[in-house]
């Protein structure tokens, strides 16, 4: 069984700030990872994802995120907080199994709203 | 990626009465997903919506709450039925195409029961 651990439900920062928000997974067999956000009234845009090639993984609007094996953690980081960066996040783990009825399922975290201060 | 649209964006039910919410997609798709996502809480998926046979349910969800239709590779259909204000939610259709592990996502419908 997989599941996502999201560390903190809130996440406030300011402009031009660091943006780490934590993610924590679990998964029986290597995971393919991902990042999803969410604006209000709006359907999840992914963000970047993991899928075993480089650790460190470059995703769209100056995002990325660093896949660690040792920690199972693939925490998101921007190096600067932008306005239009306030959303909500969540974290996502999918398995590698071929085939079966749990084929590609996405396992969500609870999400972390991201709260940008001018 | 895959460019998707669902139909209603948004619908406010009576009680007892049932909702039918359409998700299209702009190219074939293998894998399509149900997912409800309850007011402030993350998403669950209901049910993976397969052509040509029987949705495959996740615990908790039964066919004769949210029966699902995908008569083709490009569209399916979720029903709400006998619907409760416990089903005021956010209902997201996504995609899954063979060549990724990643999900699109539709814009959502969200539903309020009156």
């Known amino acids: 069984a997989q599941s996502v651990t999201q560390l903190g439900s809130h996440v406030s920062v300011s402009e031009g700030a660091l943006v780490l928000l934590r993610c924590n997974y679990s998964?029986?067999?290597?995971?393919?990872l991902f990042w999803y956000v969410q604006y209000p009234n709006q359907g999840l845009q992914l963000l970047l994802k993991?899928?075993?090639?480089?650790?460190l993984v470059k995703g769209i609007n100056g995002f990325e995120a660093e896949f660690k094996k040792s920690e199972t953690s693939f925490h998101l980081t921007k190096p600067s907080a932008h306005m239009s960066d306030a959303a909500e996040y969540f974290c996502?783990?999918?398995?590698?199994?071929?085939?079966?009825?749990?084929?590609?399922?996405?396992?969500f975290g609870q999400g972390t709203i991201l709260t940008v201060h001018p | 990626s895959a460019v998707i649209s669902q139909k209603p964006s948004r619908d406010i039910c009576q009680r007892g009465t049932s909702l039918t919410i359409q998700c299209q997609v702009d190219?074939?798709?293998?894998?399509m997903f149900w997912y409800r996502q309850q007011p402030g809480q993350s998403l669950t998926l209901i049910a993976t919506?397969?052509?040509?046979?029987?949705?495959?349910?996740e615990s908790g969800f039964v066919i004769d709450k949210f029966p699902i239709s995908r008569p083709n590779l490009t569209f399916s259909t979720l029903t709400v039925s006998n619907l409760s204000p416990e089903d005021s939610s956010i209902y997201l259709c996504?995609?899954?195409?063979?060549?990724?592990?990643?999900?699109?996502f539709g814009p959502g419908t969200r539903l309020t029961v009156t």
């Open positions: 919506a397969n052509q040509g046979s029987e949705a495959t349910y």
């Open positions: 190219s074939q798709v293998t894998m």
């Open positions: 996504s995609v899954r195409r063979t060549e990724g592990y990643e999900q699109y």
């Open positions: 993991y899928t075993s090639a480089a650790t």
């Open positions: 996502a783990v999918s398995d590698r199994s071929a085939g079966g009825t749990s084929y590609g399922k996405l396992t």
């Open positions: 998964s029986s067999v290597p995971p393919y």
